[in-house]
């Protein structure tokens, strides 16, 4: 499933962050998608994910309770929002796609990723 991302990758602190990951697929309501990034000089983390019909969703503790994962599957997206951006929150964002749901979730089960959006926080 080729996935292509879209957004505003520069933010002030306490704005939010939207991105969208756009599939181009008829099987896009048949992957998990979820979200990652990675900072400067860090290990790529996991962010959120959504299942495939959007009945479950997964955070991060990094971004729980002001962030918002969801998708329509007649237009394949899923749009991750991030609010109250903070300066740390600068990092590579990548959203990816996975056939299985599983928490806790694991890179090697997400098989195609997008082409990452350089988000930069200025305080």
């Known amino acids: 499933e080729p996935l292509v991302q879209s957004g505003r990758g520069s933010v002030q602190a306490g704005e939010s962050l939207r991105l969208s990951c756009a599939g181009s697929?008829?099987?896009?309501?048949?992957?998990?998608i979820g979200w990652f990034r990675q900072a400067p000089g860090k290990e790529r983390e996991f962010v959120a994910q959504?299942?495939?019909?959007?009945?479950?969703?997964l955070f991060a503790d990094s971004v729980k309770g002001r962030c918002t994962i969801s998708r329509d599957n007649i237009k394949n997206t899923v749009n991750l929002r991030i609010a109250d951006m903070a300066p740390e929150d600068t990092a590579l964002y990548y959203c990816?796609?996975?056939?299985?749901?599983?928490?806790?979730?694991?890179?090697?089960?997400?098989?195609?990723w997008g082409q990452g959006t350089q988000v930069t926080v200025s305080s």
């Open positions: 990816a796609a996975a056939m299985d749901y599983n928490e806790p979730p694991r890179d090697t089960d997400f098989s195609s």
């Open positions: 697929e008829r099987t896009f309501s048949s992957y998990v």
């Open positions: 959504i299942s495939r019909l959007g009945t479950s969703t």
